[in-house]
């Protein structure tokens, strides 16, 4: 038998989680149901009822429900029910967690979800899964599994019966999942997208040839927000390889491989060994090419597929991509090498035939970012240039020695 958490408001969604309980039930597993009900009107007694959830916020449900805004209400119930969630986690009575609703029970339930690590298995039905940024944002940075319902989750009917037994049985096999244990390996993460591949392909097999577990982060936003705070707080890492960086460029000029302010920081904070290549970093990327906004129009682009087109920075916005790089870097309180391939940061430059070569050629872009970045790099952090595309095979073994040096150093 296994523990599973249901995160819920009962005043609106009560028969239809009742009918999850019971599916659930009968596959042998215990529910705790925690309700953050902001109005009168539980459809059952949850095991950790309303009352309990606002006296756990720091707060009484008669205030919570005296506020005439619903989404105000229920961040305040939120708090109680994450403090809940992390406490039977901490108890081992936490083996899977669900939730189910629209915008405000989907809001409701991944903020709790958020709070268990990754591994805990998580699914939320959700009626906004559709919506171009709601995943995202449910998500965020952690392992949430997301299922459409269909119709809205109002009532019990022949689409939601199936929909939501079907989630019931999902959850109730996800628990069931072994554990896998770690590899005792030391752990580098590295970055990589398809336009550096080859390079991010050749390093991790070397590494694993050394006995070293990778971690590979695809750098499309999503990628970097994660890498953040896994390097942060998993303690088998070791060191981390950037293969790409172009999320700093879409940060600064709106692209959508945006991975926030806070990228390139939590390695340098714990003083692990970086090593640094500029892969990809003049450019920014948009999905399809109608989500490019209308001052990108008439800039270099290229349909890489049909959720992908990047876009060439000029070499204005290249260099101060490069100079963020590098301020970010200096702040960091271990050692760093930075290697630069000069004949091309990326599959659509460099060579002849890709799709950036000639007018890449004409701005220039590319040796801007380099420029950039050498400028305002500290003395301290070593930088060598290397006559070679950042996808031949010679550029990832020459990266490679740079981490093994390092770390030879470092231990």
Not at 200 to 212: A, C, F, N, T
Not at 278 to 296: M, N, Q, W
Not at 338 to 364: A, M, N, Q
Request: with cysteine; proline share 6%; hydrophobic share 40%.
């Amino acid at each position: 038998m296994k523990n599973i958490v249901i995160v819920v408001t009962l005043d609106t969604k009560g028969p239809e989680t009742k009918y999850v309980k019971e599916l659930i039930e009968g596959q042998g597993h215990r529910v705790i149901v925690i309700d953050g009900a902001c109005m009168e009107g539980s459809f059952f007694e949850a095991d950790y009822p309303a009352e309990y959830v606002a006296k756990l916020s720091g707060s009484k449900l008669e205030e919570v429900r005296a506020i005439p805004e619903a989404g105000a209400a229920l961040k305040i119930m939120e708090k109680g029910a994450k403090i809940i969630a992390e406490e039977l986690y901490e108890r081992g009575e936490l083996d899977g967690i669900f939730g189910l609703g629209g915008g405000m029970n989907s809001t409701f339930a991944s903020a709790v979800m958020k709070e268990l690590p990754v591994g805990v298995p998580k699914l939320l039905v959700s009626t906004k899964v559709g919506d171009p940024e709601s995943p995202q944002f449910y998500v965020g940075d952690k392992d949430i599994t997301l299922m459409p319902s269909i119709a809205d989750i109002a009532g019990l009917n022949k689409i939601t019966n199936q929909i939501l037994a079907n989630a019931a049985f999902a959850i109730s096999n996800m628990v069931n999942a072994p554990k896998i244990d770690k590899s005792g390996k030391p752990t580098v993460v590295l970055t990589m997208i398809g336009l550096t591949t080859a390079f991010g392909l050749r390093v991790k097999s070397i590494l694993e040839e050394k006995g070293y577990e990778v971690v590979v982060f695809h750098a499309m936003g999503i990628g970097g927000r994660c890498l953040e705070p896994f390097v942060a707080k998993d303690p088998d890492v070791v060191a981390v390889i950037e293969g790409c960086l172009w999320e700093i460029g879409n940060f600064l000029f709106g692209g959508m491989s945006n991975a926030g302010p806070h990228r390139l920081i939590e390695a340098g904070k714990k003083g692990l060994p970086q090593v640094i290549v500029p892969g990809a970093s003049a450019y920014i990327a948009f999905r399809g090419l109608e989500t490019v906004p209308e001052k990108y129009k008439n800039r270099p682009l290229h349909e890489h597929n049909p959720k992908a087109t990047p876009m060439l920075l000029k070499p204005d916005e290249a260099k101060i991509a490069g100079e963020t790089i590098a301020e970010r870097l200096n702040k960091a309180t271990g050692p760093v090498e930075v290697l630069i391939p000069t004949r091309g940061l990326g599959s659509l430059t460099g060579k002849e035939g890709t799709p950036f070569y000639k007018i890449e050629k004409e701005l220039g872009s590319e040796k801007a970012l380099i420029e950039g970045l050498k400028s305002k790099l500290s003395k301290n952090i070593p930088v060598k240039e290397v006559e070679a595309h950042i996808n031949d095979p010679e550029f990832a073994d020459l990266v490679v020695e740079s981490f093994m040096r390092i770390r030879r150093q470092r231990s």
